[in-house]
C-alpha cells in the first residue's frame, strides 16, 4: 500500500488522482515521466528523508516498486 505522504507527493509532482496510485500501477503507463520521477525522487528525500538515487530511479516500474523502496529505506518505525 502507497503511503498517504508518498501518494500526495506522487500526485503534486505528476497530477495523476490518488485512485490511480495502485501499487500494479506501470509508472510508464501512468505517464510519469523521467523528469518528473526525478521530482519525485527530490521531494521524497526532501519530505520522507529516503534518498533515490538516479539508477534506482530509473528501474522503478512501479507505484508498488516506489512505494516498497522508500519503505525499505525509511528510517521511521514500521506500522502494522
Known sequence: MTSPELARIIEEASGLEAEALTPEAKLSELGIT???MI???V???DALGVRIDD????NLK???DLSEYVRTH???PESD
Open 34 to 36: 523521467s523528469l518528473a
Open 39 to 41: 521530482e519525485i525522487a
Open 43 to 45: 521531494r521524497v528525500e
Open 55 to 58: 539508477d534506482v530511479v530509473y
Open 62 to 64: 512501479t507505484v508498488g
Open 74 to 76: 525509511s528510517d521511521a
